[in-house]
């Protein structure tokens, strides 16, 4: 009996989903063991502002240990009280200062926002600038996991009483809200987690990052931990535990260990599936193999530490990167220098590494910085990873002696107490990291896999652009300052190619800007002193609501022998523009031409027609390369032969429409000149041989008209003239600009952004009567300006003056707020809004929309929405 067609069908189908599903877990199996790319780091360590000094300090055997800052507490006086503490510990300077402008806190909400949430801010820009992404241009599936338990701000804030307490205590300074503001200023939505597992926080921060991308809970994560000392309670209470050193050192394994060294700090991981790494040509600095969490148990006490737990996450680790403990080159231990801290996880390494053939190195960063706590397992991974790329283990500068408790005959490993080459092959190290609460965390890491070698398929451009820009003025001189300290000491220093690429497409545009080009590294900074100096240079300040806008002139000058020709053999776009040109005058009934014979050769052979349709396949090459780089140039007039270029952009003609019409014998079409030329904050982009004179305008006042090519130097007319449009915000795709050499590129090491800090602090207020909390200062609204009835410019001038006045009151701004800052860049929050609004209806006497501040961000713009509403009448 045969089956019915039917039940074929559906047995087929049935099939196919069972393939499909079986498919679905091999990839799911194969991805939950998939190494996981650092593609970026930052850290602010004791003694070190970054990875690069960071590495000098190990590298050079350093103690970063100092005496108690002078804004922390006075050791003094507390000994005096008859309360222990040491006086020394590994601090970060800096604690009250911080850019509140830059990441759109008004000064009112940066007095109550954590310093470590400020800093994690900072560390977490800086590591992402260093994997060359824009912070602003990350996926949004990319997660945050933040290591973080210390609440001394907090306490400290609540210490000052109930007026200390406002609308920003809360959100300032809860563990929770240090993942989530980061998440929210950067756009994120991935997951946001804080985690507190004491010492092993940020470790196993990273452990949950590294499994979220695995899984594919997300597609990018920041992971690290943040810790700030502020007041002595912590010292105080461990010290009467016994679990600090006098001296406030770590001295990891040595018979003088008798305990720790506080330390605060804060590392950032940027992380990245190995894959995707690859294949979007990112910079691997180390991979994570594997890692393993898991708690102690029942134990001697909550704050001993367990042997057992300590085996088994470290084998758990080394399971989950298929790797053999003979494999392992280095361990980055716990080693806080405590006695009994050290003895067990001494014993936990000999038990996990026996039998090995040759000792394993061991050693741990808490020698030269103390101990982070919350932000140390960061600490020694970020340190590992240094030690991978420079082929060196750093030496333990405080082991002196080797602890007599530790079995040192049988044990497989030993301190490395000095520095010492990493012998070369594939480079595997472990990082421990254990917290005094019992969840203990292992990761395995890897060296960074080759990077493959650029293929490029044509010749490099000759000349390239460096794009700088910052929120002000000083951070933009200082960025400058930075690159060309970078320039002027790099002892190897990055091709030009790819600094001005990383630059380009690997920083966030802001508003002050400066765009230089340069054909080689010397000449860069040359312009970039001249411009430091006061000397010329494109630069400007952009304001979002008023982008120029930017037309094309086809010049139709006669040509240059050779026009063309540079741009033919290194930019593919125009090469292929040309070509289509070539093939279309073929096509058409014409001789056949080559794509030389159009763009570079001194004279194209075939009469004057041909001679026409050349000049035109340069213009129209030219076009086709503006429009590949986003710019929004409108099509404008052409002159003489530029006419044909002019009907191509306008969209009045095609390349075989031109092709048959110059074959034919006919004239060019007549081209008015376009509408917004000459508008007033036009800016004129000439697109083909230069009729102005060389050289883009240094001001950005308008109109401008931007030369176009000449001979000896085409790419540097274009990129003068790239440079003009953005200093004044023409929008560009950076991306696009760097798509035909992309092959050529390779991420850079350049300096990250110069943040301008001041001071912010919590000040309390006075209690108000019964000790309740005061509502929050609010002095009364400044009442407009007495002024002559129907005296319309001086009751505009007077409103203006009253709002400025209120915003910088609402926010606590320390300085003017011009007609076109952004009250929400500035901070200004839906409270802070709400509380702005009312005060200006009370002052000007209107009825103000409650969206107000929402719909007309700036000034200028709301003073303009409630001149409409007067002038309409509207409530």
């Known amino acids: 009996m045969t089956e019915p067609m039917d039940s074929y069908d559906a047995l087929f189908e049935r099939s196919l989903a069972r393939i499909e599903e079986l498919e679905a877990e091999v990839a799911a199996l194969r991805r939950s063991r998939e190494p996981v790319a650092v593609v970026g780091m930052g850290c602010r360590f004791p003694g070190a502002e970054d990875p690069r000094a960071f590495w000098r300090l190990l590298e050079r055997g350093r103690d970063a240990t100092g005496e108690v800052p002078a804004d922390r507490w006075d050791p003094r006086a507390l000994a005096e009280r008859g309360v222990r503490a040491p006086a020394r510990g590994g601090f970060v300077g800096g604690l009250a200062d911080f850019d509140a402008e830059f990441f759109q806190i008004a000064p009112r909400e940066a007095a109550r926002v954590d310093p470590q949430h400020r800093l994690l801010l900072e560390v977490a820009w800086e590591a992402v600038e260093s994997a060359g992404r824009a912070p602003t241009d990350l996926p949004a599936r990319t997660g945050v996991y933040v290591g973080i338990g210390n609440s001394d701000y907090r306490e400290a804030a609540a210490a000052q009483g109930a007026g200390a307490v406002d609308e920003y205590f809360a959100s300032g300074a809860t563990a929770s809200t240090a993942s989530g503001r980061l998440s929210y200023f950067l756009g994120l939505c991935g997951p946001s987690l804080s985690v507190d597992t004491a010492c092993s926080s940020s470790a196993v921060a990273v452990h949950l990052a590294v499994g979220a991308l695995r899984t594919g809970e997300c597609d990018l994560a920041l992971a690290g931990g943040v810790n700030r000392i502020i007041t002595p309670h912590e010292h105080a209470g461990l010290t009467a535990a016994g679990m600090l050193a006098p001296d406030g050192r770590c001295k990891p394994f040595d018979a003088a260990a008798d305990g720790y060294g506080r330390a605060e700090g804060c590392g950032v991981l940027v992380l990245k599936r190995l894959a995707d790494a690859r294949r979007d040509g990112d910079p691997v600095l180390g991979v994570v193999l594997g890692s393993a969490v898991a708690q102690d148990g029942r134990r001697a006490g909550l704050t001993v530490p367990h042997g057992a737990g300590q085996r088994a996450v470290i084998r ?82 405080t082991f002196r002696t080797p602890d007599p408790h530790i079995a040192w005959d049988d044990a497989p490993w030993r301190v490395c107490a000095t520095s010492r080459p990493w012998p070369a092959g594939p480079r595997v190290a472990g990082v421990d990291s254990f917290g005094f609460g019992g969840t203990n965390c292992h990761i395995v890491l890897g060296e960074a896999p080759p990077a493959p070698a650029p ?274 915000g023409v ?132 003073l303009a929405a409630v001149e409409e509403q007067d002038a309409t009448g509207d409530p």
Request: hydrophobic share 45%; charged share 15%.
């Open 316 to 397: 758990a680790a080394l399971a989950d990167a298929g790797v053999a403990p003979d494999a392992v080159g280095y361990v980055e231990a716990q080693a806080t220098g405590t006695a009994l801290g050290d003895r067990i996880e001494a014993a936990a390494l000999s038990a996990v590494f026996a039998g090995r053939a040759e000792p394993l190195p061991v050693g741990s960063a808490k020698a030269n910085v103390g101990h982070m706590e919350a932000a140390a397992g960061v600490g020694g991974l970020i340190k590992v990873l240094l030690a991978m790329r420079a082929g060196t283990l750093p030496g333990t500068p």
């Open 455 to 728: 293929a490029p398929k044509h010749p490099d451009r000759p000349c390239h652009v460096l794009a700088l820009s910052a929120k002000s003025a000083a951070a933009l001189r200082d960025l400058a300052r930075r690159h060309l300290r970078e320039l002027q000491t790099a002892e190897d220093p990055s091709p030009l190619g790819d600094l001005c690429h990383t630059a380009a497409t690997g920083r966030a545009h802001f508003a002050h800007r400066l765009c230089l080009p340069a054909a080689d590294h010397a000449e860069l900074a040359g312009r970039l002193a001249d411009w430091l100096d006061g000397g010329a240079g494109e630069h400007g300040v952009v304001r979002r609501s008023a982008a120029p806008t930017a037309v094309a002139r086809f010049t139709g000058a006669i040509p240059y022998p050779g026009a063309g020709g540079e741009l033919l053999a290194t930019s593919p776009t125009f090469a292929a523009a040309v070509a289509r040109c070539a093939q279309a005058w073929t096509e058409a009934g014409g001789a056949p031409v080559a794509p030389a014979d159009l763009a570079g050769g001194a004279a194209p052979p075939g009469g004057p027609a041909l001679a026409e349709f050349a000049q035109f396949a340069v213009e129209y090459g030219l076009w086709e390369l503006w429009r590949s780089w986003g710019v929004p140039l409108a099509a404008g007039a052409g002159r003489g032969a530029g006419r044909w270029a002019a009907a191509c952009a306008a969209g009045d003609l095609d390349v075989p429409g031109v092709a048959a019409a110059l074959l034919a014998g006919a004239a060019p079409p007549d081209s008015p000149t376009a509408p917004a030329e000459g508008a007033e904050d036009a800016v004129v982009v000439e697109v083909g041989p230069a009729e102005a004179p060389p050289g883009a305008p240094a001001h950005t006042g308008a109109p401008a008209v931007l030369a176009g090519i000449g001979p000896g130097g085409e790419w540097r007319s274009l990129l003068a003239a790239l440079a003009a449009l953005y200093v004044r």
């Open 731 to 862: 929008g560009l795709d950076w991306h696009a600009v760097q798509a035909d050499h992309r092959a050529h590129r390779r991420p850079a090491a350049l300096p990250t952004y110069p943040f301008q800090r001041t001071r912010h602090w919590f000040a309390p207020r006075p209690p108000a009567p019964g000790g309740a909390a005061p509502p929050a200062a609010r002095p009364p609204a400044p009442p407009p300006a007495a002024s002559p009835a129907g005296a319309g410019p001086a009751r505009a001038a007077s409103l203006a003056e009253t709002a400025e006045a209120l915003a910088r009151e609402t926010l606590r701004a320390a300085r003017p707020i011009g007609p076109h800052d952004d009250l929400l860049d500035l901070g200004m929050d839906s409270l802070m809004a709400a509380e702005f609004r009312e005060r200006l209806q009370e002052a000007s006497g209107r009825r103000l929309p409650l969206t107000l501040v929402q719909d007309h961000p700036t000034l200028a713009g709301l």
